[in-house]
């Protein structure tokens, strides 16, 4: 493991060995993603599935608690019909608006990809840590992103409201140890920070802690502010500040050989004046969220159709709304309105105000209402 600045994929993902069957299809769903095809041979590269939008968390920033939805949830018999997209994709994530890992089926769903020959990576607020360890090396989970938005207690769990830092922390040593001492090469984890003025200037620290507990990478992203009370936190309007800390999380993480993955400054984006960047989701991934509807991404209210309503290569991944989203999302005159405002960390333009700021406009999926 050595020091690495990285920016968000919006075209690559993790790499890892490939078999012929997933190679070829690889292979061709880049070649069919960088030449705009509507229509597609290849299947998604990653499928991602929101197994829940429940969440056991309060986060002061979540959108999902302002939405007044009923909680959803995927069942594993509910993906059975997704075996031959299995077969040929590189990796299934486990990731949306809720915390996957309290599913009841979780460790089910996960035995059930581990059959297929594919990464498997999910992300989590880290409460379940110690309930599902055995899960993790049992089905060999390759990648897990933890969420923490502080380096301390205080700030963290002010944050993530009902999160025990110091559980969470002590919850992924023992995992670290269980992993060195038997030589397992699985999981590589991440943390992950939402940069706010608030708990900004703690990233370097967040940096550090990941060194000492043996972690692998950091990754940062901005806030977005969907309520207006929050408009105070956002770091819209603050490059100096977010470069200064930038500079020292980037010296602490090559002084200790950690992965940093930052988001690009405000001026400095590579889309410079398009409302995102080059949009690959519609080509690269399937996302299939928990009431079982495919949306183009988790960051849309868009929604096409459920995942079992027909054949899977005609009647949903080449579907008019497949389409049709795949002709517009990088035209600037044909995008959704929703795309030009576009807050998803990998793709959103950070020279935008309206990539930090999401204030006043639709933002969440459309998920059922309660009553």
Not at 161 to 180: G, M, W
Not at 262 to 285: N, T
Not at 303 to 310: A, H, L, R, T, Y
């Amino acid at each position: 493991m050595s020091f690495q600045l990285m920016r968000a994929k919006t075209f690559d993902l993790f790499e890892s060995k490939l078999n012929q069957r997933q190679l070829e299809n690889s292979e061709l769903n880049k070649k069919e993603a960088s030449e705009g095809m509507t229509v597609l041979k290849s299947y998604p590269r990653r499928v991602v599935l929101e197994l829940t939008n429940a969440c056991n968390f309060d986060c002061i920033m979540c959108g999902r608690h302002e939405a007044g939805f009923k909680p959803t949830f995927l069942k594993a018999e509910d993906i059975e019909c997704l075996a031959d997209v299995f077969e040929h994709c590189e990796e299934v994530t486990l990731f949306g608006w809720g915390e996957p890992t309290i599913h009841p089926e979780f460790a089910k769903i996960v035995k059930m990809i581990d059959q297929f020959p594919v990464r498997k990576y999910f992300v989590t607020n880290g409460s379940t840590l110690k309930k599902i360890e055995n899960v993790i090396f049992d089905h060999k989970v390759d990648i897990m992103a933890v969420s923490l938005d502080g380096a301390t207690a205080k700030t963290n769990d002010r944050i993530r409201r009902n999160a025990d830092f110091e559980q969470i922390v002590s919850d992924l040593r023992r995992i670290v140890k269980i992993r060195n001492e038997n030589g397992y090469g699985y999981p590589y984890i991440n943390f992950v920070q939402t940069m706010m003025k608030s708990n900004l200037q703690e990233l370097p620290d967040l940096v550090r802690l990941a060194a000492e507990i043996g972690l692998e990478e950091v990754k940062a992203v901005y806030l977005t502010v969907f309520t207006a009370d929050l408009l105070h936190e956002s770091l819209w309007n603050c490059r100096a500040e977010v470069q200064e800390v930038f500079d020292k999380a980037m010296e602490i993480a090559k002084e200790n050989n950690i992965k940093l993955k930052l988001p690009f400054l405000q001026g400095e984006d590579v889309a410079s004046e398009d409302y995102h960047k080059i949009c690959y989701v519609g080509w690269r991934d399937l996302f299939v969220g928990s009431d079982k509807y495919v949306r183009p991404c988790q960051s849309t209210p868009l929604k096409f159709m459920k995942i079992d309503e027909g054949d899977f290569m005609n009647s949903i991944w080449n579907s008019q709304e497949f389409q049709n989203f795949r002709k517009g999302v990088n035209s600037a005159s044909l995008m959704p309105e929703h795309c030009q405002q576009c807050y998803q960390s990998s793709h959103a333009n950070f020279n935008r105000k309206s990539s930090f700021i999401f204030e006043g406009t639709s933002f969440a999926p459309e998920w059922e209402k309660i009553s």
